[in-house]
């Protein structure tokens, strides 16, 4: 049943990773993945190692937790896989407070729609999941809890975005 | 440091940031933070502004030493 389970698990990862690079593509203007400029490199660099302090840090509180024999509420594999988000979005956060998010070859008339769509796809199979009953089992947050919480993530995303947006909008002279 | 001289040869030629920005492939946030003093251009970026602006590396970029 567990074997079954990570099949299912590690095939929905390859197809999504598939739409992943399909949509990564299609956003840009040359058919390439994002390009990034000398300053969005280095800010991106900035970007990757906050967020790979932040896993670092959550899988050690997790480690923690454990030794005191505190289990979270949710199922293992969610425990790693909501590390693994809490990392990416401080990436994520990181690298649009720096403007260094979008690439250069972006085109942001494709890239906000799909971000968009993205969030509201998540959100429905979180819902659903809710509505299956299925969030939930014998007292533990099972893995559909990721789509919510992808949802929520792009909601963070875009209150940054929004923010920075504003910031630079105030710095702009020209 | 602010780089005063960058936006004021910027300004000669009449370009807006964006518009550097594409002359020399990068985005408008790296002109703008080089202009603000807040990123330290490597030279080849220097060169391409230069390049661009029809200006010296000591016309825009030499200070001297303090």
């Known amino acids: 049943m567990n074997g079954m389970f990570g099949t299912i698990i590690v095939l929905a990862a390859l197809i999504g990773l598939i739409i992943g690079i399909v949509i990564v593509k299609s956003i840009s203007t040359d058919g390439r993945f994002a390009q990034y400029d000398e300053m969005q490199q280095r800010a991106r660099g900035v ?128 | 440091m602010k780089n005063l001289r960058l936006k004021a040869a910027r300004a000669a030629k009449d370009l807006s940031q964006d518009e550097l920005a594409k002359l020399c492939n990068v985005s408008r946030q790296t002109i703008s933070a080089i202009e603000k003093g807040d990123y330290n251009p490597t030279i080849n970026l220097c060169l391409s502004i230069c390049y661009a602006l029809d200006k010296t590396l000591d016309e825009l970029f030499w200070t001297d030493p303090v």
């Open chain 1, 47 to 174: 970007a990757y190692k906050y967020g790979f302090y932040t896993m670092t840090g959550c899988l050690a509180l997790v480690i923690v937790l454990d030794l005191f024999d505190i289990r979270l509420p949710m199922e293992q594999n969610l425990i790693y896989m909501l590390i693994f988000l809490c990392g990416l979005t401080v990436q994520a956060c990181t690298s649009i407070w720096k403007d260094a998010y979008v690439g250069l070859n972006t085109k942001m008339s494709r890239f906000l729609p799909a971000m968009v769509i993205i969030a509201l796809f998540n959100l429905f199979v979180g819902i659903s999941a809710i509505a299956r009953g299925g969030m939930i089992s014998e007292g533990l947050l099972q893995t559909p809890f990721i789509n919510l919480s992808l949802a929520v993530i792009f909601v963070i995303l875009a209150i940054v975005g929004g923010l920075k947006m504003l910031v630079n909008k105030r710095e702009e002279e020209d």
